[in-house]
Nanobody, 122 residues
Framework: QVQLVESGGGLVQAGGSLRLSCASS????????MGWYRQAPGKERELVAL???????TYAESVTGRFTITRDNAKNTVLLQMNSLKPEDTAVYYC????????????????WGQGTQVIVSS
């Protein structure tokens, strides 16, 4: 069983910083990509940042230049450094692992974490 656990959310003032961490556990052989998504009240879940196993990154336009995603392939963890936070960044942030292959397995599947709340006050 693969599990993703996020941490690092909280309340911060506008202009401040937070670092989110996502740790995966289970008999993981490999993960294609890991990413962060967010969902604000009344809105659809959206991609924030994505990083492949090779280190290629993709960012939402709204966070480009402020957020940085990094990944430790050996530990199957992913971090999201969020700087210059704005009130519109307030949301529940979810970690996602794309294309997870477990030890001894063949089929790849995706997994989600439970989410961590980020609140940015103005």
């Amino acid at each position: 069983q693969v599990q993703l656990v996020e941490s690092g959310g909280g309340l911060v003032q506008a202009g401040g910083s937070l670092r989110l961490s996502c740790a995966s556990s289970g008999s993981i052989f490999s993960i294609n990509a890991m990413g962060w998504y967010r969902q604000a009240p009344g809105k659809e879940r959206e991609l924030v940042a994505l990083i492949t196993s090779g280190g290629s990154t993709t960012y939402a336009e709204s966070v480009t230049g402020r957020f940085t995603i990094t990944r430790d392939n050996a530990k199957n963890t992913v971090l999201l450094q969020m700087n210059s936070l704005k009130p519109e960044d307030t949301a529940v942030y979810y970690c996602k692992a794309n294309g997870v292959r477990v030890l001894g397995g063949i089929v790849r599947r995706d997994y989600w974490g439970q989410g961590t709340q980020v609140i940015v006050s103005s």
